[in-house]
């Protein structure tokens, strides 16, 4: 097995150097810099300055954006964390010179123009032949970069920087990072780091899993794969990993080589996505289909507790969807507990229900529900054995009061931060600050009752692996 | 150069795993035809071995349900002279005597990956596995809980845990598959190998046919 290597100095520098500043507007070289500088290339008032030490290295300009600009990196007496290097494929192993010969923490090679085409492949072995005996992770090339929002580190070329949040981004593809940012920065939703790691020449998405594990910042893991190199060293440490936290993945680019010429009917039914499916399994790791299915899911990992059983119930105000969303469940293989006497008793005292409420799971208090009744609701199921998860859904009718309505839930929750609960609060412009509220509040709303019904699955198949395979 | 294993030597790895195949006896003339046969009682299946007759069903290798000597020899002679037409420069090592079994029919193989290491793939077979693919795939070495978890992957796992009566020893498939899994973690130079089929009733699960592919080095 390969050995592991320390990735502190990429992921929290204090200094930062970027070789191939560029004066150019619109740039790779400029926009890194900018990003530096700035947090984000596009506007963006929320953003403010990496705080450590910025440099960087140009050997035709004196100044970028108000950072000196040295001739190379040896001609800079600090220390240098993380060297960024951004210039021509053909140069980058000279610079890659440099970097150990000032002794950096790390790097990334964000040029492209190696191993992804033919003519590269060498250019790619030089640069890895010259970091080898060294203790010098990288992270590339041809890759994205990295992103630390909460360290205010904007590591890359992408447009701009997401909020702070929970999750791990960790991509084998930079321009689906790039959009990815943009939609989470008007989505609200929030990242630890986004890791682009390219061609993967020495730091491949293993080691980054097992920096991963013990980032505090992290509490669920997105994973976005083409191909592993090392298929035992990426399950063994994988499998650590989500002892820890979960791992969400998507596989992309599923091939059938190899397998044509198979002989035997097992050659030939060993397809890319089966090994993949098998071995993403074997490590705990849940597997997902689309971009959007990865995120959502992630965040629900992230922000909820595993469900500890397959046991859930759907409150809502509109009698169609929670048809609708049992209907999801059932065909997801989730199941919805039986209401307990106990709770219809409780139910009822309460004095809250309206007359037609329908006494069982999933429990439909009726359209014109106010905050009080959705609250009697909530605490009483939260509060039954049976019942391991919530899913709550709302439609905006002329009473709901979507604000109080997220108060409850993020309240309950806090008093009951075992049990995971999920929101749907269906709708648009009215209903749109209640979501936001409760997703600050880690809990997770789609807005889709197909999401959600996905998103309780997810919590409580992490709650099956943490009893079996993960125990 | 990869090679096809002998029918002797895919006999011996696959009792080195203690893996059961179906009683056989490979015989290379008339005479041991005919001890074979009253070793084995009928009725018997007949076939080729052969490293160059690979895909045997496919060229009528293969003879089911011999009922007696007479017959036995006259598909013998007919079975070395439909070889000769069609694969003038095989080598044979023999024909291979086997009692017939009856059960439901499994497929399980192993295949190396080099990415992963060895994977081993499981299903049932016949139609089920030609038509719909209905296989599931771990990398080995796989627990007792990976077996069953496979299981429940397959599409027609009511077939096998039992409909209409029907009963198999599961316990029996679930220890072969275990055996095959550590098969494959320990004989690192198999590049395929299929035991198919592999025949699972009431009373046990049964090896019928194997065919593995080794790679350089000599197991």
């Not at chain 2, 320990?186 to 198919?196: A, G, P, R, T």
Request: hydrophobic fraction near 40%.
């Amino acid at each position: 097995m390969k050995k592991i290597y320390n990735l502190d100095r990429i992921f929290n520098p204090r200094s930062v150097a970027v070789v191939g500043a560029s004066r150019q507007e619109g740039s790779v070289g400029y926009g890194i810099l900018k990003n530096l500088v700035a947090g984000s290339t596009f506007p963006a008032k929320h953003l403010t300055p990496f705080p450590g030490k910025i440099y960087a290295v140009n050997p035709n300009a004196s100044e970028i954006l108000g950072i000196k600009c040295y001739p190379s990196l040896k001609d800079i007496s600090d220390k240098i964390d993380l060297a960024i290097i951004a210039v021509p494929a053909k140069i980058v192993p000279t610079v890659v010179k440099d970097c150990v010969d000032k002794k950096v923490g790390g790097l990334i090679i964000i040029s492209a123009g190696f191993a992804e085409v033919k003519e590269g492949r060498a250019l790619q072995e030089d640069v890895v032949r010259i970091l080898k005996g060294t203790e010098i992770p990288m992270i590339g090339p041809n890759c994205l970069g990295v992103i630390r929002p909460s360290a205010k580190l904007n590591a890359s070329f992408a447009p701009s920087m997401p909020l702070k949040g929970n999750v791990a981004f960790v991509s084998q593809s930079g321009a689906l990072v790039d959009s990815i940012i943009d939609w989470a920065i008007e989505d609200h939703y929030g990242f630890s780091i986004v890791i682009s790691y390219g061609n993967k020449a020495i730091i491949d998405s293993a080691d980054l899993l097992d920096w991963l594990k013990n980032d505090v910042s992290s509490k669920a893991i997105a994973l976005y794969i083409e191909s592993i190199s090392n298929g035992q060293k990426f399950m063994k440490i994988a499998k650590s990993v989500s002892k820890i936290k979960p791992i969400v993945a998507l596989k992309g680019g599923v091939t059938s080589e190899g397998t044509k010429a198979a002989s035997s009917h097992t050659g030939a039914l060993s397809t890319d996505s089966r090994l993949y499916e098998a071995a993403f399994k074997q490590c705990g790791i849940i597997q997902t289909d689309s971009i959007e299915d990865l995120l959502d899911i992630a965040e629900a990992l992230a922000n909820q507790p595993p469900c500890k059983e397959n046991g859930i119930a759907i409150i809502t105000n509109g009698g169609g969807a929670g048809v609708l969303c049992a209907d999801k469940c059932e065909q997801l293989g989730i199941k919805l507990s039986e209401l307990s006497e106990r709770a219809i008793k409780i139910l009822e005292a309460s004095g809250k229900m309206h007359p037609a409420y329908s006494r069982r799971n999933p429990l439909d208090i009726v359209g014109d529900a106010l905050p009080e009744r959705y609250e009697i609701a909530i605490r009483t199921l939260i509060q039954e054995p049976d019942i391991y998860g919530i899913i709550v859904i709302q439609t905006l009718q002329t009473m709901t009061n979507p604000i109080e309505d997220a108060k409850i839930v993020i309240n309950i929750h806090k008093n009951n931060p075992d049990k995971p609960i999920i929101c749907v609060y269906m709708g648009g412009k009215y209903s749109k600050e209640s979501r936001y509220l409760l997703e600050q509040n880690g809990i997770p709303d789609y807005n889709d009752l197909t999401k959600a019904a996905r998103a309780m699955h997810a919590l409580i198949k992490r709650g099956q692996l943490l009893k079996n395979r993960l125990a | 150069m990869n090679r096809y294993l002998s029918f002797s030597e895919s006999y011996a790895l696959l009792k080195k795993y203690d893996i059961p195949l179906i009683d056989s006896l490979l015989v290379k003339n008339e005479k041991e035809l005919a001890k074979a046969c009253s070793k084995l009682r009928f009725p018997l299946a007949m076939k080729i071995s052969s490293p160059d007759v690979i895909h045997k069903t496919d060229v009528n290798a293969v003879i089911l349900n011999i009922n007696s000597v007479a017959n036995a020899k006259r598909e013998y002679k007919n079975l070395l002279k439909n070889i000769n037409k069609n694969y003038p420069r095989a080598r044979i090592d023999g024909v291979v005597i086997q009692k017939m079994s009856t059960g439901l029919e499994i497929i399980a193989g192993l295949k190396k990956d080099e990415v992963f290491g060895m994977a081993i793939i499981f299903g049932l077979g016949g139609i089920f596995v030609e038509a719909l693919e209905d296989v599931t795939l771990r990398i080995v070495p796989i627990t007792k809980n990976d077996v069953y978890e496979m299981m429940d992957e397959l599409k027609a796992k009511k077939i096998l845990f039992g409909i209409r009566g029907k009963k198999y020893n599961i316990q029996a498939l679930v220890n072969m598959l275990l055996k095959i899994s550590k098969l494959g973690d320990k004989e690192k130079n198999i590049v395929e190998m299929d035991l198919n089929p592999i025949f699972v009733n009431e009373k046990n699960a049964l090896v019928a046919d194997i065919r593995i592919l080794v790679g350089e080095k000599n197991l």
